[in-house]
């Protein structure tokens, strides 16, 4: 029997001296040896040490960015797997699959293996595990957007922990199942989603990352209403949980929380934000971005804005619940230049807007149709001549309000009184 101790010292000690090679050679080594000899049961000392090697070598592979090896690690590992309790078999197999999260370019790797875990838990009747795979793997499939998959596995799932009563899956499942109805701008079935994941949580005892999610998630959905009062307060709550757990989302919801000022246009709160103490060490390209977005707007620059779109181009269209307000923002940015050219105007050649706003004839006239059908001004195109007609807003008339009412009532008392006549011939 090989000495696991010494290996596993040996193989420490080339970690420390970054001698990663030496201390995936020492790693295996222990892996083999101890899957190798037939017909002996580790020591419970010994299968400690074992589990040690596979989880240490894994965090040598995430950190070396190597998903191929990770992947073969989780392969090979399995062979070992079989001496250890049902818990600690879990344990390994979850850790080697979030290893992926942090190597770059992985997902389709990570699937794959995700795939490859649950068809062996299954084989071996390891429920538990075989539940927490399908729900990372349902949580993957949403980030490679393959949303229809991903929610065939999540019904599966809502059934299996509604019949077992384990409400703090149901919460993480929930609230997965949201998300993706989000993406799929399901918006009425998200909500559901989000109400039932808020109510099995309250039953609980929720973790704080668990419910800064929820939290996030509510102001995502109180934005899809243009309730951004709202939205910032669920933000500030979920930014203060992720924050306290030093989570790397914390930035992201930062992002979230100067997005509903933008939208508010409340430039001085977004300052007041930033100059936060929690808020400081989070300065960054993506946090001028929003600064940008928010000066631009606050001058009613459509100019500034097109510049700042284009400088933090990255870090404003990465995120596509950023980059779906700021269409819209862009929008309202348009009209409000638009209304601010022609106001002084009762007819003006198109070209002329066009120069003056910078952009193409064809932009400028498609924007004014939307706006002249959407009543944010009365007027005309006359596209014979490349003239827009501006009229002035029509008054209503009060007499002929009234007179409309008048013979509303009349008719629905002429109506009453057919149905009384016709009921006593």
């Known amino acids: 029997m090989p000495d696991y101790t010494t290996l596993l010292e040996e193989a420490k000690s080339a970690v420390s001296a970054k001698d990663y090679q030496l201390a995936e050679s020492k790693y295996k080594q222990l892996i083999v040896n101890s899957t190798s000899i037939a017909g002996t049961h580790p020591t419970a000392k010994q299968l400690q040490q074992q589990e040690s090697a596979i989880l240490e070598l894994g ?10 090896k990770l992947a073969q690690l989780l392969t090979e590992s399995k062979q070992l797997l079989g001496h250890f309790a049902k818990s600690k078999t879990a344990k390994i197999v ?18 794959a293996s995700c795939k490859e875990s649950i068809e062996w838990a299954v084989e071996n009747k390891l429920s538990f595990l075989r539940q927490n795979l399908q729900l990372k793997l349902s949580d993957l499939l949403y980030v490679k957007h393959q949303y229809q998959e991903a929610l065939k596995l999540i019904t599966d799932l809502l059934r299996e922990y509604k019949k077992l009563d384990d409400k703090s899956s149901l919460v993480e499942v929930q609230l997965l199942e949201s998300k993706i109805y989000h993406s799929l701008r399901n918006i009425p079935k998200s909500r559901a989603a989000l109400t039932s994941a808020r109510t099995s949580a309250n039953s609980i005892y929720c973790p704080t990352i668990l419910q800064a999610e929820l939290n996030c998630q509510s102001g995502i959905l109180n934005s899809e209403d243009k309730d951004y009062k709202t939205a910032f307060s669920y933000f500030y709550e979920s930014f203060e949980g992720f924050n306290s757990q030093e989570d790397p989302r914390s930035i992201v919801v930062l992002k979230y929380m100067l997005l509903t000022k933008v939208m508010l246009n409340l430039v001085d709160d977004i300052n007041n934000i930033l100059n936060n103490k929690n808020v400081t060490k989070y300065k960054s390209k993506d946090i001028d971005a929003m600064k940008a977005i928010a000066t631009a707007y606050s001058n009613r620059s ?14 404003l269209k ?14 309202n940015l348009l ?5 601010k050219i022609i106001e002084s105007y009762s007819c003006v050649e198109l070209s002329h807007i066009s120069k003056v706003i910078g952009l193409n004839l064809q932009q400028v006239e498609g924007k004014l149709s939307q706006m002249i059908l959407d ?3 009365y007027g005309v195109l006359d596209q014979g001549n490349g003239w827009l007609i501006i009229y002035d807003e029509p008054r209503k008339d ?7 009412e008048l013979v509303k009532n009349l008719s629905s008392v ?4 057919y149905e009384k006549a016709s009921s006593l011939n």
Do not use: C, G, M, R
């Open 59 to 68: 965090k040598i592979y995430e950190s070396q960015q190597d998903a191929t």
């Open 94 to 111: 979850k850790t080697l699959i979030e290893n992926f999260d942090k190597i770059d370019n992985s997902l389709d790797l990570q699937i």
């Open 302 to 315: 459509l100019k500034e804005f097109e510049n700042a779109l284009i400088t933090y181009s990255t870090e």
């Open 318 to 331: 990465s995120d596509p619940i950023i980059k779906n307000h700021f269409n819209a923002l862009y929008d």
């Open 335 to 339: 009209e409000q230049n638009l209304l």
């Open 375 to 377: 009543k944010v001004f």
């Open 398 to 404: 009060a007499a002929y309000e009234a007179s409309l």
């Open 414 to 417: 002429v109506d009453l009184l």
